[in-house]
Nanobody, 125 residues
Framework: QSQLVESGGGLVQPGGSLRLSCTTS????????LGWFRQAPGKEREGVSY????????VYADSVKGRFTISRDNARNTVYLQMNSLNAGDTAVYYC??????????????????WGQGAQVTVSS
């Protein structure tokens, strides 16, 4: 059972933008670093972005650097992924995750404990 809940996915044209949100009512996200992952059809799940507990450190996969922005609002117990300049290669199910991964695991699944159920993002004209 997923403890995190994503929202904001959908269909968008190439070049468009979407903002994903992820929250939970079951625990306080303050205690965790947060990450976004995605899985495209026929591919393995890959790390997209990471944000530390304090928001001082953010990390992005090379494929999204300069287009995606991760942020968190601890008062709202929510993490966001702003996605701009979307292209067909960004089509995937996007998952948020919470954990305390080591530096070498910031974009690796094994570093995270809690997961969402996923939100579909489709980029198509």
């Amino acid at each position: 059972q997923s403890q995190l809940v994503e929202s904001g996915g959908g269909l968008v044209q190439p070049g468009g933008s979407l903002r994903l949100s992820c929250t939970t009512s079951e625990f306080n996200l303050d205690y965790y670093a947060l990450g976004w992952f995605r899985q495209a059809p026929g591919k393995e799940r890959e790390g997209v972005s990471y944000i530390s507990r304090s928001s001082l450190t953010t990390v992005y996969a090379d494929s999204v650097k300069g287009r995606f922005t991760i942020s968190r609002d601890n008062a709202r117990n929510t993490v966001y992924l702003q996605m701009n300049s979307l292209n067909a290669g960004d089509t995937a199910v996007y998952y948020c995750a919470a954990g305390n991964p080591m530096r070498s695991s910031w974009l690796v699944e094994e570093g995270y404990v809690y997961w969402g159920q996923g939100a579909q993002v489709t980029v198509s004209s």
